[in-house]
Nanobody, 119 residues
Framework: QVQLVESGGGLVQAGGSLRLSCVAS????????MGWYRQAPGKQRELVAE???????NYADFAKGRFTISRDNAKNTVYLQMNNLKPEDTAVYYC?????????????WGQGTQVTVSS
């Protein structure tokens, strides 16, 4: 059973920055992909950014130019650096990953970390 533990959320003023971290552990053979999603109240969960095993990245339009996803393979950790935060970035941010567990690919979610941006 893979566990994803997020940290780094909090309250920040508009224009500020936060760095989210997500550590994966538990029976992982390899990581295919890890990413961040977010869900604001009353809205659907949406992709923020993801990074593949080859290092390719994909960003939502709202994240381009402000957010940067990175990873540390040795630590099974993915980061999301968020700059120039806006009140509309307020949401619960979830870590997600696709992992090779023995011989199967499995998808897991973290518990989420709250990001609140005040105006």
């Amino acid at each position: 059973q893979v566990q994803l533990v997020e940290s780094g959320g909090g309250l920040v003023q508009a224009g500020g920055s936060l760095r989210l971290s997500c550590v994966a552990s538990g029976g992982i053979v390899s990581i295919n992909r890890m990413g961040w999603y977010r869900q604001a109240p009353g809205k659907q969960r949406e992709l923020v950014a993801e990074v593949t095993s080859s290092g390719s990245t994909n960003y939502a339009d709202f994240a381009k130019g402000r957010f940067t996803i990175s990873r540390d393979n040795a630590k099974n950790t993915v980061y999301l650096q968020m700059n120039n935060l806006k009140p509309e970035d307020t949401a619960v941010y979830y870590c997600n990953g696709e992992f090779l567990i023995r011989v199967t690919r499995e998808n897991y979610w973290g518990q989420g970390t709250q990001v609140t941006v005040s105006s």
